[in-house]
């Protein structure tokens, strides 16, 4: 079994031999209908469930227990931001993929701080997308490449002494330095070659860092260190 962390910290397990079940939530029936076809002939997906507003989908995915679920952003009723945070309370163990027309931070930044996994536009193509839902059913977290793209052009603007961040007094000194430098986008070696440790070392101080402040992954990390 592959384990997959989810926004809540609770790990799920989901065996590599099952179909990654998927629901459809898009308040656009041909769209739907189109994602549906596209899936269905793959190996290892299975979709097992629609919904065309946020309420359905919080019915649909409670009944039919989905790995992931594919949602749009905007939608009557309940945006995708609002049913992703709900998602992230009251179903932690479904992978959330967002799969949208719009790029804008509001939207971006509200969808992974609220606990997608994944942000994908929708002029992606088959493959990836495919790709995506195999992999945030793994714990990994996909981001199309302008998303990716605007995350780090974010990153980079962040202030060289930033302010305390929420939960900054749960973690050591030299985890707070480890977790900003990782919100400014350095990577391990990067990390352990400015402060002299072993790369070891700052994947255990990341670790703990994500634990304590119950994040994903670094993502959600820089997320949460953003002002």
Do not use: W
Request: net charge negative.
């Amino acid at each position: 079994m592959t384990p997959v962390p989810v926004p809540g910290g609770v790990p799920i397990s989901v065996p590599v031999s099952v179909p990654v079940r998927v629901v459809l939530v898009d308040d656009q029936a041909l769209l739907r209908q189109g994602l549906r076809k596209l899936l269905e002939v793959e190996d290892g997906v299975e979709v097992v469930g629609e919904a065309a507003d946020g309420y359905e989908a919080l019915r649909v995915i409670g009944d039919r227990r989905p790995h992931v679920a594919l949602v749009d952003m905007r939608m009557p009723g309940m945006n995708g931001v609002e049913l992703i945070v709900r998602l992230a309370a009251e179903h932690p163990e479904v992978a959330v993929v967002v799969l949208s027309t719009f790029d804008e931070d509001e939207y971006i930044f509200g969808a992974l701080r609220g606990g997608a996994t994944g942000y994908l536009l929708k002029d992606c193509s088959p493959e990836e997308l495919v790709s995506a839902v195999h992999r945030v059913s793994r714990g990994e977290t996909v981001l199309g490449s302008p998303v990716a793209a605007r995350l780090v052009a974010e990153l980079r603007h962040l202030p060289v002494n930033p302010v305390a961040f929420r939960g900054q007094e749960l973690l050591s000194a030299r985890e707070v330095e480890v977790a900003r430098m990782v919100a400014a986008g350095a990577a391990n070696r990067e990390i352990a070659a400015r402060l002299f440790i072993t790369e070891g070392t700052v994947k255990n101080h990341v670790s703990s860092v994500l634990r304590k402040l119950g994040l994903r992954d670094r993502i959600q990390l820089a997320l949460h260190l953003r002002p």
